[in-house]
Structure formats: structure tokens, C-alpha cells
């Protein structure tokens, strides 16, 4: 059974900074290209960014470019996503979610991946 824990999430002002991790199991991690979507209040789920299995190669959203870095462990089964210059508007629930063998050009998509975590809350205050 595939499960995806994500964690790291909380409260923090503006222009602070988090790392969200997410600890993937039951599935064979270097397989897959794993992402983060994120839902803010009473919006769509929106991509969020990705990341191949050999983390060779990257997708970002144009709003989290140049403030988000995803990275992966293999050896820890673990994919981060690092968080700075944090905004308000950052305020969503951000999901760990993975896509086997996933073609990082055509992963930008919430409609792209096969399993989903739970979710970690990620609030910013102005």
C-alpha cells in the first residue's frame, strides 16, 4: 500500500520560510517523479512543482519560481520542498503526490499524478 506522509507544515509570518518534507513508502521511490499540489481556501487544488526520479530535472509554477526548491533523497525515500519569502497567498493545504515514471514535461498538471498524501497545512500571516 502506497502511503505519502507529509510534514514541516505550520504557521509563519510573511517572508518566513519552511521545509515541508514527505516520507513515500510501499512503492519503489526512484520510480517515480514526485510533486506538490497545493488547495488554499475555496480555490482549486494548483500545481505546485515536480521533480524527475534522479532529480535531473525540475517544474515550477511561475508563482513559487525563484521562492520554492523541491529536492529528493532516494536513499530516504523522501521528497522536500523548501519554502521562503513566504506570502499570504502561499496560505494552502500543500500535498505530497507521486506519478510513476512521470514525464517531468507534461507533469504540471493536478489531473497528472497517481497517489496523494494526506496534506500539511501551511498558514502565513501578514
Known amino acids: 500500500q502506497v502511503q505519502l506522509v507529509e510534514s514541516g507544515g505550520g504557521l509563519v509570518q510573511a517572508g518566513g520560510s519552511l521545509r515541508l518534507s514527505c516520507a513515500a513508502s510501499g512503492l519503489t521511490f526512484s520510480w517515480y517523479t514526485m510533486g506538490w499540489l497545493r488547495q488554499a481556501p475555496g480555490k482549486e487544488r494548483e500545481f505546485v512543482s515536480a521533480?524527475?526520479?534522479?532529480?535531473?530535472?525540475?517544474s515550477d509554477a511561475d508563482s513559487v519560481k525563484g521562492r520554492f526548491t523541491i529536492s529528493r533523497d532516494n536513499a530516504k525515500n523522501t521528497v522536500y520542498l523548501q519554502i521562503n519569502s513566504l506570502k499570504p497567498e502561499d496560505t494552502a493545504v500543500y500535498y505530497c503526490?507521486?506519478?510513476?515514471?512521470?514525464?517531468?514535461?507534461?507533469?504540471?498538471?493536478?489531473?497528472?499524478?497517481?497517489?496523494w498524501g494526506q496534506g500539511t497545512q501551511v498558514t502565513v500571516s501578514s
Open positions: 521533480i524527475s526520479w534522479d532529480g535531473g530535472s525540475i
Open positions: 503526490t507521486a506519478k510513476y515514471r512521470g514525464y517531468i514535461g507534461t507533469i504540471a498538471s493536478t489531473k497528472a499524478f497517481d497517489y
